[in-house]
């Protein structure tokens, strides 16, 4: 099984084979992890996303990743443009773009806490969807060797580290009480 990894930063600054863009449906890079992406990336990003989109809230696609260190660059529409994120959206978007990776044989991807930004989601909601669906891909038959989330700002890393040290705890009870 992979490994899920928490680190704090800037997710256009990620060397891995995938990293994940916060995106709204229509695939406009405007501000947020979206903006980040398109500043470091460069305007191919852009040209891409405009011959392949709209897409549907909740789905992902794969573009070229521009500038960025990485190879591909999933957009993960977590969100209506204006539009705020759910749950299922999240949820949604999380998993094809752990999909995508896998078709496109990735051993690591960057993923940020997509919709807990612009799109309003709860952050601490948000961390525990995101790692649920992370160590569900996992567990499965997959090419990612990691799953890292790159979280921007000390507050956003802490509600992830929060959520996984909580899982690992409900894990661990679950152990001894199957004894």
Known sequence: MGRIVLAEGDISEADVDAVVNAAN???ILGSGVAGAIAA???????????AIGPIEVGDAVV??????????????????PGGVATEES???SVRRSLELANEKACRSIAIPAIG??????SEQRCAEILLEEAREHLAGETTLEEVRFVLFGEPTYRMFEMAKDAEAVR?????????
């Open 116 to 121: 807990a930004g612009i799109g309003g989601f």
């Open 25 to 27: 449906s229509s695939l």
């Open 63 to 80: 573009t070229g990743a521009g500038d960025l260190p990485a190879r591909h660059l999933i957009h993960a529409a977590g969100m209506p």
């Open 40 to 50: 470091r990336g460069g305007p191919s990003i852009q040209l891409e996303c405009d």
């Open 90 to 92: 999240i949820r949604s």
């Open 171 to 179: 894990a661990q009870l679950a152990r001894l009480r199957s004894r």
